[in-house]
């Protein structure tokens, strides 16, 4: 069965830092790798989908790389800003495009 | 842009009422999901759907039932609500290739 984690649970960080949040999985025949931000009491918001076939997706201020083969991939956050405080999860989609969904990592940024 | 509409924000229900949560999808996707959330568990799959008029069971189905008679549409129905089932729902829909959207959540309370 597949199992997602992400590290750090926490994360807490000043205005500006560039930060890297991780996630693993432990079946690596997976599909695509997609990364959501949830906002508290909301829905989640997409960031980045990885497709199968590729290795990172850049969308202004966020990377996000995948290796299949070692069950990783990482969230960076360049320059980060109090706005993206959030709880971000990492989500690996399996057979019929299923989402098993990582444990997610609460990130505080302090003005 | 994608919109995925939950029909209510906020819903208290009392236990053994039968409980419907619509969810309706503006861009012709053919995967729909229903999750719940719960603090310390994560997200957690209920119920999905690939084709109108197909459902498959998730990791938690018991205690729940769905309906997609059209493509855009995908109900979560609690056939007798208990306390136990008081969680944020999230709908989502993607196409077959991946690239998940979700609602902006439902947030039951069962008393």
Redesign the interface.
């Known amino acids: 069965k597949q199992e997602v984690t992400q590290i750090p649970a926490a994360l807490s960080v000043p205005e500006g830092e560039n930060l890297v949040l991780n996630c693993s999985f432990t079946d690596s025949a997976i599909?695509?790798l997609?990364w959501?931000r949830q906002d508290p009491?909301?829905?989640?918001?997409?960031l980045l989908?990885i497709?199968s076939s590729q290795r990172e997706q850049t969308s202004g201020r966020l990377n996000a790389s995948l290796d299949k083969s070692s069950g990783r991939s990482t969230l960076y956050i360049a320059a980060s800003q109090p706005g993206d405080s959030a709880t971000y999860?990492c989500?690996v989609?399996t057979g019929?495009?299923?989402?098993v969904?990582?444990?997610?990592t609460r990130l505080l940024v302090s003005p | 842009d994608v919109k995925?509409t939950?029909s209510s924000r906020y819903l208290v229900k009392r236990t053994g009422e039968k409980v419907f949560l619509e969810c309706v999808q503006d861009m012709d996707h053919e995967?729909m999901?229903w999750y719940r959330q719960d603090p310390g568990l994560?997200?957690r799959?209920i119920y999905?759907s690939?084709d109108v008029k197909m459902k498959?069971k998730?990791d938690i189905p018991e205690g729940y039932s769905v309906s997609r008679e059209k493509k855009e549409r995908f109900s979560l129905i609690l056939e007798s609500a208990s306390t136990n089932q008081t969680s944020m729902y999230?709908c989502?829909s993607?196409w077959?290739?991946?690239?998940?959207?979700?609602?902006?959540?439902t947030?039951l309370t069962v008393v």
């Open positions: 599909y695509n997609q959501f009491g909301k829905g989640l918001t997409s989908l497709q999860l989500a989609y019929f495009q299923k989402l969904f990582g444990t997610g | 995925v939950q995967n999901f994560g997200l799959l999905f690939y498959e998730g999230l989502a993607s077959r290739t991946g690239g998940a959207f979700f609602g902006q959540g947030r």
